[in-house]
Each structure stands twice: as structure tokens, then as C-alpha cells.
């Protein structure tokens, strides 16, 4: 047997993401690997991070929510000359709790979430190109 929920219920769950995590989160990007779970140190190096809009997704619609507004930012110091992206965190507005982990990749490789360039330099524009959050039991 599969358990599958309704549109309604996947909508809210999806809307109770950004409620959850808040306005303004911080999105950060570091060279290590995706570590196990959220609750995990984080790998690698941050390598850029960007203050996320008040209302950073849209709102649900058949359990999917999407980047809202411009996710934008530049290269981190600590990023040097240019490292890979190896994954992504959403922290909290602190910047104190993990809410949400994944994989990256340039525009079109089919990652969490897509960058125009995931080799990122120092003082580099970094722009996120797609952003999806879809709640499962279709």
C-alpha cells in the first residue's frame, strides 16, 4: 500500500517550509560534500552566501514551491581564486540552524537547486537559475 495525501495537505506542508525556517534565511554554499543529514557539521568551505528575500518562495501550488525574487550574491574571501560548489545549506535568518540541504549544479544538470556557474570565486556574482521544493505522496 503507498499513503498518498491531497493537494490541499501537500500545499500546506510545502507553505509551512518557509513558515518554519522564516523570513530572510541565509543561503550558503561550501566546497565539501553534502554531510549525512542537517543536523551534521557542515563540509568544505563556505564559499558564498546570500541573504535570501523576506519571501523567498512562492507559495504552494500543487505541492510545489519555487524560488520567489532575485537569489543573488557574490564569492565569499575564503573561496580563493574559484572552488566547486559541493552542496547548499538554508540556514535560519541567524545563520544558526540548517533547515534544508542538497546537491548543486550549473543550469541544466539537474541539481536541488542549479547555479549559472558552481565554480565560485572570490568577490564573483553568483546567481542561483532554479529552485524547487516539491513535498512527496502525490
Request: aromatic fraction near 4%.
Amino acid at each position: 500500500m503507498s499513503i498518498q495525501l491531497s493537494v490541499r495537505v501537500r500545499n500546506a506542508r510545502g507553505d509551512a517550509l518557509e513558515t518554519t525556517i522564516g523570513a530572510s534565511p541565509k543561503l550558503r554554499f561550501y566546497s565539501g560534500a553534502k554531510p549525512a543529514n542537517c543536523a551534521a557539521a557542515r563540509s568544505g568551505t563556505l564559499i558564498a552566501e546570500i541573504a535570501l528575500p523576506a519571501d523567498w518562495l512562492t507559495a504552494a501550488s500543487a505541492g510545489v514551491k519555487s524560488l520567489a525574487g532575485t537569489w543573488a550574491g557574490v564569492g565569499a574571501a575564503a573561496a580563493g581564486a574559484g572552488s566547486n560548489v559541493g552542496h547548499y545549506a538554508i540556514m535560519d535568518n541567524a545563520g544558526t540552524n540548517c533547515d534544508e540541504q542538497g546537491d548543486v549544479t550549473i543550469t541544466g544538470g539537474g541539481g536541488d537547486m542549479t547555479l549559472d556557474n558552481i565554480n565560485i570565486a572570490t568577490g564573483q556574482a553568483v546567481t542561483v537559475t532554479s529552485f524547487t521544493h516539491t513535498e512527496p505522496q502525490a
